[in-house]
């Protein structure tokens, strides 16, 4: 189990806490292996590349089950800001380019090279701003298999359990290039893509955003689908013998948002199930939050072989249906939860991915409260505050690709998940719902009023989180964030009794100012002290008994967690035993 399906598991209480973290089998390793570009999602890009915008995309893609192969036709429409004479684009360098067109006319393959997966094409004369860019790439191949989806990205070609082709395609750790030829950068994402998936009959190809239409010819179906503004990891293929549960809800703004489930023959009963909780999904989330961002388009699930995954309008859904004492289905919730905290609201770098995963997973424990109250929002974050292993800080500060933060020891991987969810706890207990959810509505739709239409996708980083967050208090909260999102260790609750009184200071990661209020509760009785300098102290007897935090409001150090992550690497033969 990778980092990512372990930090959810344990956060949602389906595993204890003290579970192995173990890997998946891996498939056999591909063909082609990834260049080290290939495998870069996200950081820093070529000059050519940040000079573009991307207007609209059509792609067209063929597969070919048996072969386990593909042929691709993407035209790109880009339209430069500044001067360019090359053109840079990303693709898989496996793949066999066999023409390139730019604006009608085909140019000869000396003008192009895809060196290590940067697909470099030199343009006729320069393109001047603001000129249109019409780059239309056909190529074929065979995509690089998935090592380890969704975690470590590509194409997974398997099969139903009766048989039949079963095909996924999962992005993430790797990007969209490892199917089509893109720019794989989360701010470069396509305003408008139109998708057309031609796969054996009677095979179905479930796609992003609105469905145009399916064509059947010589054994041959074309599933087509529009979406607006998809992220670029998050446009994929999938293929099988899908059955659909399809309904409408009825939003509170006004508008009727379709749902559509697509689910394996033989399933119809888990399917049933989990299709219930659609609507329970969009109630929370546009009653919590705002209105569902894809309304014009639908809320879609579709069921697939690993990767449970954020894809736009079709999120993957990999486990086996099972049942918690929450009574919510964890996967299909969090990676709904990225329709709004990945899809809506994106990091413009990755260095910012605390956006994505800290505050989607903040909003299953906020479930819990939504649905049963206290009892499992404090539960719920309980088993995410056993995760949080504070290694590395959650934002580094600098533009950073997705393995630096997510896949390497440099960077805070699971603690995305747990601590930033812990993260935005502290902030709602701080500086109270009204503003928190505020904030949360700024961020998302750019507006505190958001209604269906009046809003656009967000590009936003951990600075503008930052500004909104003080705009919003009247308040200069810098000291918090750096304390939880710049350094890696937690504050510290330092305590000492003496002369009838208890002592109380914060210590910080490089002594950092931290004016937290901190609850203290003395022989029954609660006082809050407002520690703005750092230090507090109450009256007590020698024989009082306190307690520091009595309703678990704030982020700190844990003697006890400590302790337990200690004793878990000393015995991993113990790991997954309950305690």
Not at 459 to 488: K, M, P
């Amino acid at each position: 189990m990778s980092v990512r399906r372990w930090a959810l598991a344990c956060a949602l209480g389906l595993l204890p806490a003290s579970a192995a973290l173990t890997q998946q089998p891996a498939p056999p390793e591909p063909p082609t292996p990834l260049t080290a570009q290939t495998r870069k999602m996200g950081g820093p890009m070529p000059a050519e590349q940040l000079a573009l915008t991307f207007e609209h995309l059509d792609l067209a893609i063929k597969v070919f089950p048996d072969q386990e192969r593909i042929e691709g036709d993407a035209t790109l429409a880009l339209r430069p800001t500044a001067p360019i004479r090359t053109l840079i684009l990303d693709l898989y360098p496996g793949f066999t380019i066999d023409s390139i067109h730019l604006d009608g006319r085909r140019i000869p393959s000396t003008s192009y090279a895809n060196p290590e997966g940067q697909l470099r094409i030199t343009l006729p004369r320069p393109a001047p701003a603001g000129r249109e860019i019409r780059a239309r790439i056909v190529w074929s191949g065979k995509p690089p298999v998935a090592k380890r989806p969704p975690w470590e990205g590509g194409t997974t070609w398997t099969q139903t359990p009766d048989g039949q082709p079963w095909i996924d395609t999962s992005h993430w750790g790797g990007g969209c290039d490892l199917l089509w030829p893109c720019i794989d950068h989360p701010t470069r994402k396509p305003a408008m893509a139109d998708l057309h998936y031609t796969v054996p009959a009677p095979l179905v190809a479930p796609g992003n955003g609105a469905f145009m239409g399916m064509t059947e010819t010589d054994g041959w179906r074309t599933y087509n689908w529009r979406a607006r503004s998809p992220h670029t990891y998050g446009i994929v293929l999938n293929v099988g013998p899908y059955k659909l549960l399809q309904d409408e809800y009825r939003s509170r703004y006004g508008n009727t948002i379709p749902m559509y489930y697509w689910y394996l023959p033989g399933e119809e009963a888990q399917a049933a199930e989990l299709f219930r909780e659609f609507p329970l999904a969009l109630d929370f989330f546009e009653s919590q939050i705002g209105p569902y961002p894809w309304a014009d388009q639908k809320m879609g699930v579709i069921r697939v072989p690993y990767s449970g995954l954020e894809n736009q309008t079709l999120n993957g859904y990999s486990i086996d249906y099972p049942r918690t004492m929450y009574g919510f289905d964890p996967l299909m919730h969090h990676e709904f939860s990225h329709e709004y905290f990945a899809n809506q609201l994106a990091a413009a770098n990755y260095d910012d991915l605390w956006l994505h995963e800290g505050i989607g997973s903040y909003m299953q424990p906020l479930l819990g409260e939504y649905l049963n109250g206290a009892i499992d929002y404090y539960s719920l974050l309980k088993s995410q505050r056993a995760g949080i292993r504070n290694l590395q800080p959650l934002v580094g500060g600098r533009e950073r690709g997705e393995r630096e933060v997510y896949a390497e020891p440099t960077g805070p991987q699971g603690d995305l998940y747990p601590k930033g969810s812990w993260v935005m706890h502290t902030l709602r207990e701080l500086i109270g719902r009204e503003d928190f959810y505020e904030i949360i509505r700024r961020i998302v739709y750019g507006r505190p009023d958001p209604r269906p239409g009046n809003f656009e996708p967000q590009l936003a980083t951990t600075a503008d989180f930052i500004r909104i967050t003080n705009e919003v208090t009247g308040q200069d909260l810098a000291w918090f964030f750096d304390v939880y999102l710049y350094r890696a260790a937690l504050p510290k609750v330092e305590s000492e009794r003496r002369d009838g009184r208890l002592h109380l200071r914060w210590g910080t990661p490089d002594d950092l100012p931290f004016p937290m209020p901190l609850d203290v509760m003395v022989d029954g009785r609660l006082t809050t002290l407002p520690m703005a300098n750092g230090e507090g102290s109450v009256p007590v007897q020698p024989w009082s008994t306190v307690t520091l935090d009595p309703q678990s409001k704030l982020l700190r150090q844990s003697d006890a967690i400590d302790r337990f992550h200690a004793w878990r690497e000393a015995n991993p033969q113990e790991a997954g035993r309950r305690r």
